[in-house]
């Protein structure tokens, strides 16, 4: 009886391993970002329809990992140290707004249309539009919904901006959210995120 249970778990195992290596292919390869996206895309692809059988987000998370060292190699290397060097540069620039950086320029995930997302904090809601245009860097302002925690959400402004050839993300959040990382989308834990020094000691280390 235990190996009439077993098989049955082994093959929903395996379903969601190729589910997670097929999304992370379309993530690396399509430019899709959203990992529920993605994994019902792979599920449809591979005619999975099972949703017991869709892969976990951290799963996702991995697979695109494997999928950019086997296939990326040296190259994703020098792509991901060029945008953390950049986020550095950027972080120094916007010092007085305490800067995190997060997403997958941090979590090394990134690839050649990731933007370098920072969290500025102020609770000045217009600190960051007048410091950019004290600067003249011209940026368009989008509104976001981030979790905040697992019982509040919020709308938050993101400022957009290309500078050499990358795109910057910055997220303005009140000075409360240094003491905790909103919720991440793929594991709604908060957020990794690293300040100047923090990113410094990692690309001193690479």
Do not use: C
Request: aromatic residues 4%.
């Amino acid at each position: 009886m235990h190996h009439a249970r077993q098989h049955p778990q082994i093959q929903a195992a395996e379903r969601r391993r190729r589910i997670a290596h097929e999304a992370a292919r379309l993530i690396a390869e399509s430019g899709i970002h959203d990992y529920q996206l993605a994994k019902r895309k792979a599920a449809s692809r591979l005619g999975i329809h099972d949703d017991a059988s869709l892969p976990r987000n951290q799963d996702i998370e991995e697979a695109l990992r494997q999928h950019q060292r086997l296939f990326a190699g040296p190259a994703h290397a020098d792509l991901l140290r060029s945008r953390r060097e950049a986020a550095l540069q950027a972080m120094t620039f916007f010092s007085g707004f305490s800067p995190r950086l997060v997403g997958p320029v941090l979590d090394g995930t990134a690839d050649a249309r990731s933007p370098v997302q920072l969290h500025l904090h102020s609770d000045d809601e217009e600190a960051v539009a007048r410091f950019l245009e004290d600067h003249r860097i011209p940026a368009d302002a989008r509104v976001h919904r981030l979790r905040m925690d697992r019982e509040r959400s919020a709308d938050v402004t993101v400022w957009g901006f290309v500078a050499d050839g990358m795109n910057f993300d910055l997220v303005v959040l009140p000075h409360m959210a240094l003491r905790q990382a909103p919720l991440s989308p793929v594991d709604e834990q908060p957020m990794a995120r690293a300040s100047t020094s923090q990113l410094a000691t990692l690309l001193a280390g690479t």
